[in-house]
């Protein structure tokens, strides 16, 4: 069957020009690695999509089956290794292994393989990307917004009622700072 449920988050936190220094997982620096702050949220996801025991995640999110992440290619400009290091901690605990085989760009590519997949999706992807991606979700029967520029706390979350596909905002409100308000 395919699936019912695909949702979306921005990778977490990255750096900024003259902010907090990217690091890869051994602490090293890396520009195209999460901040301190984003690995921080990569940890709190664990739990905020696949609670420990017989535990759900609330409504309307759901326990991934399927993960998807944007491909980090350095010989392009594609190589942003964010949006596979936001879910590898998820990836571990579920323990799911991470499709990685679309560039950030082959929106429609991962789009048709996230459909296709039979279960609950979760996909990590670069915000500026993320609003084309539900536009082909939902072949316009829904108005999409933006995604700014300085928010990592959002879930998109898409249940499909027949054919159309239906788009719910979920605040994550996992770490200090996280705003429960949603994208006009």
């Not at 350095?74 to 901690?89: C, W, Y």
């Not at 679309?102 to 997949?117: N, P, Q």
Request: charged share 25%.
């Amino acid at each position: 069957m395919p699936a019912q449920k695909i949702m979306i988050i921005r990778h977490a936190e990255k750096p900024e020009h003259h902010g907090p220094r990217g690091v890869d997982e051994n602490g090293n620096e890396d520009k195209e690695s999460l901040t301190v702050r984003g690995w921080q949220r990569a940890g709190a996801l664990v739990q905020f999509f696949g609670p420990s025991g017989n535990a759900t995640p609330r409504a309307p999110l759901a326990r991934p089956k399927h993960l998807f992440a944007a491909f980090a290619d350095p010989a392009t400009d594609d190589d942003s290794k964010r949006p596979r290091e936001t879910i590898e901690p998820l990836s571990a605990f579920l323990p799911t292994e991470i499709d990685d085989t679309c560039g950030k760009d082959e929106i429609e590519k991962l789009v048709s393989k996230a459909t296709a997949a039979d279960g609950v999706v979760l996909i990590s992807w670069e915000h500026k990307r993320i609003p084309p991606i539900a536009q082909i979700l939902v072949s316009g029967a829904q108005s999409i917004p933006e995604w700014p520029d300085d928010r990592f706390d959002m879930v998109w979350v898409f249940d499909r009622a027949g054919a159309a596909w239906h788009l719910t905002q979920v605040p994550q409100l996992l770490l200090a700072g996280d705003r429960s308000d949603l994208f006009d």
